[in-house]
């Protein structure tokens, strides 16, 4: 009786602790460019968002556009996608849900990101550790009841079932986890990338969904996180911070945090912690220079 009662304890710390750990480490990496960006035909700022990983709202602003005014082709965009990679795993797939990235992480070093679209506020993605136990071109898509429940509040045609197609939401890849009911697919809606708009599958835009298909194999190991705060110290001494907003609401403390991820980082004193609490308020999502400047540096 003592040992049942101390052992759910004991894991429930050690996971706590797991977590924590994970969580306080800096990142591995810093990703992405800022870009010039023209725009084709069809585009909007959702689309290129989705595309490159960045709110559409933050381009409107950086970009000094008005929300009213549709954009012009051969108009000229800069986008800023820098993202900071997380220090989860050494080899496997690694999906942050409030950075929205899926990372594809080998021999300790990153082999591929892309954006993804992950669970709505009120349908949240499960976290946790996977693996790729099936793998399917033009699945059909076998709608879970509590969709179907949904479908029928919402005045929908309610299906049991959509087959492979146009109208598929699952589109033409499936990459299904041990997580129960959830995978990694392709859609039929690319500009819902980079948002939170699923069921709580992980959606990859078509192309990323053909080349991540082909280089997955069955037993490939993951993980979800929830990390919406990272810091990343780069060679030359840089301190880089990405913020993203506590979407799922678990009472995130950001500040916190970043003094954690300072500490473990050894920053503490080469940090702008005014620059930080900037990053915070701004929560854009996209990884910004918080290094202190030092005498030299300051005009």
Not at 4 to 15: Q, S, T, Y
Not at 106 to 127: H, I, N, S
Not at 265 to 278: E, G, L, P, S
Request: charged share 25%; net charge negative; proline share 7%.
């Amino acid at each position: 009786m003592r040992y049942a009662l101390r052992w759910p304890i004991a894991c429930l710390m050690l996971a706590w602790s797991l977590a924590l750990s994970a969580q306080t480490l800096p990142g591995k990496a810093l990703i992405g460019d800022v870009y010039t960006y023209q725009v084709k035909a069809g585009d909007t700022l959702t689309r290129i968002g989705a595309r490159y990983g960045v709110d559409p709202y933050l381009l409107l602003r950086e970009n000094g556009l008005q929300e009213s005014r549709p954009l012009k082709i051969g108009q000229i965009l800069q986008i800023d996608n820098h993202h900071i990679v997380p220090s989860s795993l050494e080899d496997g797939i690694v999906i942050n849900l409030p950075q929205r990235m899926l990372f594809r992480m080998q021999g300790g070093g990153l082999e591929k990101a892309y954006p993804v679209g992950v669970g709505r506020p009120d349908w949240p993605t499960d976290t946790g550790d996977f693996e790729i136990v099936s793998r399917e071109e033009d699945k059909t898509w076998f709608v879970p009841p509590s969709i179907q429940r949904e479908m029928a509040r919402q005045g929908e045609v309610v299906k049991d079932r959509v087959p492979p197609g146009p109208d598929n939401p699952l589109g033409k890849y499936w990459m299904g986890l041990s997580l129960p009911g959830l995978g990694i697919h392709g859609t039929i809606a690319p500009e819902s990338i980079y948002h939170f708009q699923s069921h709580g599958c992980i959606r990859l835009h078509p192309d990323d969904a053909a080349e991540m298909f082909a280089t997955t194999n069955k037993g490939d190991a993951g993980i979800i996180i929830y990390e919406p705060v990272l810091l990343y110290v780069a060679p030359d001494n840089k301190i880089y911070l990405e913020v993203h907003r506590d979407i799922y609401r678990k009472g995130i403390d950001a500040n916190g945090l970043v003094k954690e991820l300072a500490a473990s980082a050894r920053v503490d004193d080469t940090i702008d912690w005014k620059k930080v609490a900037q990053v915070i308020a701004a929560h854009e999502g996209v990884a910004r220079d918080v290094t202190l400047a030092t005498d030299k540096e300051i005009p």
